[in-house]
């Protein structure tokens, strides 16, 4: 199985932006469905964001919208997370996970193949 990597986290204050990124390297990446959940203290892992093969649908979680925007380059087989907005209830650990192959957007954790190991990010208030 492929593990995607995760990179980009860290601290920012509220209000303030950053770019979270997965490589997923392997030949089939461009085929499959990918998508970003995170994990706080305490909470269940939930969905952030998930994208098809291709890119052309998305779908994410309701605190997320309007903020958030995944996106993917298949030619870097990598998935990127532009997070805008954050609000210190964004504090997890997020992490990358690679669904199976094609349509739609994968947005249940039993859907997803495999897991990269997580990528803190904290906004302070």
């Known amino acids: 199985q492929v593990q995607p990597v995760e990179s980009g986290g860290g601290l920012v204050q509220a209000g303030g932006s950053l770019r979270l990124s997965c490589a997923a390297p392997?030949?089939?990446?461009?085929?499959?469905?990918m998508g970003w959940f995170r994990q706080a203290p305490g909470q269940e892992r939930e969905v952030v964001a998930a994208?098809?093969?291709?890119?052309?649908?998305?779908s994410y979680g309701d605190s997320v919208k309007g903020r958030f925007i995944i996106s993917r380059d298949n030619a870097k087989n990598t998935v990127y997370l532009q997070m805008n907005s954050l609000k210190a209830e964004d504090t997890a650990i997020y992490y990358c996970?690679?669904?199976?192959?094609?349509?739609?957007?994968?947005?249940?954790?039993?859907?997803?193949?495999?897991w990269g190991q997580g990528t803190q990010v904290t906004v302070s208030s």
């Open positions: 994208i098809s093969w291709n890119g052309v649908s998305t």
């Open positions: 392997g030949p089939t990446f461009s085929l499959n469905a």
């Open positions: 996970g690679v669904a199976g192959r094609g349509d739609p957007p994968r947005i249940h954790i039993f859907e997803y193949e495999s």
